[in-house]
């Protein structure tokens, strides 16, 4: 029988994170994924600046910034009536190079180091996997599938199979996650539902979809309009989107399947010719059935030492990109919390913070993703769409307004990607200032208990998040203020504390205070101009002491 502290079920981007939290911080943990390798076939599309950062902390925001399209590749957002036909609008995208420097600017809209990046999840994955597999106290099993999860009241047992052999293993663990997606045999054991809303039927994005994984070197020619990363087709006969990949010759292409059912192989050649306009040479390298109309979010994160995560735990349609994006956040924010528990410094009640603080963002990004999918799936397409003369023109021009509304609502997001605010944390030490205002299209930086810390830049190419520390992180801006009661506080309770000075007046302005102390998942716990007159029970409120 193997012995574990953390028992995680499943390896996609949620549980590959939290193995990585875990590892890094030599938790020992099992990692079971029943598939063999990383997914082949394409998945996500975006990585938003939230989930970058988190890249960035982890130390490999570079390698994932590699893949991809190439840096000088525009990432427009285009729709067509047929892609060789009328253009109706277009939402302008930087490519990666215009996108890393205009970071160095006074862009307020989206004040980060790490713009938004374009890449296929099954490559991100891969690198994940990677990144894991290099800790020594993460035990990353592909090809193992979990069959049971029994709980008991001191500990976990799991017991999985190594699909390539049927031999069987039972692993004790102190906690376990599920992070095995929607049909969660974790979340099943629990007894666990989700609420919300399930298999809406729209025109496009509500019901069975095929996903089609495209070779083509000659689209971009036959198309011949501007280069754009995502490429949409809006006509009577035909609604798709097709994602740009590698921008030279993989693509992926998502379609509809008919209400009365099709063959998918000879649907999506058909659906690529219909959304084109025309014949042209293609490859299919792959097809995928998935079901879009979710807007699912589990009644509970957890129950006693078992929790979910990821497509477990919430479950979208994708528009807006923010199911794999969610689901980093949540092992970003689980997974300092079960290192802490397990190496003694956090207290009783710091992991059922996970719950409060990740479910009203998981409802939050799940509204949004519906709003968008009903903007987008429910658009209804005039009969004179394609007609040559006055009239099929002005129908072109009001479908193409409405239409970059449309996606000016759904990619122009900075408050989605980093506004995450955990109102009401048990672990975060409110100040009385007003919470900021939850707004998806726009962010305005400030440290606010409770809120992402906000990105200033301490000289070229360094942000304050490079110096922040593995765990807790106490910033100093005035250097005469005397931080040993922090320190011996941190030293006493065993909670791993770095102390930064900063002298940019910059970065005081946006943190507001002369002390803030940032949590492992950079998130702000407690701000002050000078240390509270009881630093011990701050620090106990903020590790799950005193809740």
């Known amino acids: 029988m193997a012995r574990t502290r953390v028992a995680i079920v499943g390896g996609g981007p949620s549980g590959l994170i939290l193995a990585i939290e875990l590892g890094r911080r030599g938790v020992p943990c099992v990692l079971l994924e029943e598939d063999a390798t990383p997914p082949t076939l394409p998945k996500a599309n975006a990585t938003t600046s939230r989930t970058m950062e988190h890249y960035r902390r982890l130390g490999f925001a570079a390698e994932i910034r590699a893949l991809g399209l190439p840096e000088d590749y525009p990432q427009d957002i285009a729709y067509f009536t047929r892609y060789t036909r009328h253009e109706l609008a277009r939402l302008k995208g930087r490519s990666r190079r215009e996108a890393i420097a205009a970071r160095e600017g006074a862009d307020s809209r989206w004040p980060t180091p790490e713009p938004l990046h374009r890449v296929q999840q099954m490559y991100i994955e891969a690198i994940l996997k990677a990144q894991a597999e290099k800790w020594p106290a993460a035990n990353v099993r592909f090809g193992w599938r979990a069959q049971r999860i029994q709980q008991h009241e001191d500990g976990v047992t799991v017991t999985a199979e190594r699909i390539s052999t049927g031999k069987t293993e039972r692993i004790e663990a102190d906690y376990a996650v599920g992070c095995d997606g929607p049909r969660s045999l974790v979340r099943a054991a629990l007894g666990i539902g989700y609420e919300g809303h399930s298999r809406e039927e729209r025109d496009f994005m509500g019901g069975r979809m095929l996903a089609v994984h495209i070779r083509s070197s000659a689209f971009c020619d036959v198309v011949r309009a501007p280069r754009a990363w995502q490429y949409w087709a809006m006509n009577r006969e035909q609604r798709a989107l097709m994602n740009a990949i590698d921008g030279r010759e993989l693509w992926v292409l998502h379609v509809q399947l008919p209400r009365e059912g099709a063959d998918p192989a000879a649907y999506a050649r058909e659906s690529l010719v219909r959304a084109t306009g025309r014949e042209f040479p293609f490859e299919i390298l792959g097809i995928a059935e998935w079901t879009a109309g979710f807007t699912l979010v589990a009644e509970r994160f957890g129950s006693g030492r078992v929790f979910i995560a990821g497509d477990a735990a919430h479950l979208f349609t994708p528009t807006g990109g923010q199911g794999y994006n969610t689901s980093v956040d949540d092992a970003s924010n689980l997974g300092w919390k079960l290192a802490a528990v397990c190496q003694g410094w956090g207290g009783p009640g710091l992991l059922a913070s996970y719950e409060t603080e990740r479910k009203p963002i998981a409802l939050r990004n799940t509204r949004f993703a519906r709003a968008m999918a009903e903007s987008i799936g429910r658009i209804e397409l005039p009969a004179d769409l394609e007609e040559d003369g006055e009239a099929g023109g002005a129908a072109r021009t009001a479908l193409g307004e409405r239409l970059y509304r449309h996606a000016a609502t759904e990619f122009d997001i900075p408050g989605i990607h980093l506004g995450v605010f955990y109102s009401g944390s048990p672990i975060v030490v409110p100040d009385g200032t007003a919470p900021p205002k939850d707004d998806w299209h726009r962010y305005t ?29 106490l910033l100093r801006f005035d250097a005469r203020i005397d931080t040993r009661s922090f320190e011996a506080a941190a030293r006493r309770r065993g909670v791993p504390l770095s102390l930064l000075g900063v002298s940019s007046e910059e970065a005081r302005e946006l943190y507001a205070r002369d002390l803030v102390l940032v949590r492992p998942d950079h998130q702000v716990a407690w701000r002050g101009n000078a240390p509270p007159d009881d630093v011990d029970a701050l620090l106990a409120r903020a590790v799950g002491h005193l809740i």
């Open 445 to 473: 930086p400030g440290a606010s208990p409770g809120a992402r810390a906000p990105h200033a830049w301490l000289e070229e190419g360094v942000s304050i998040f490079d110096r922040f520390g593995r765990d807790f992180t």
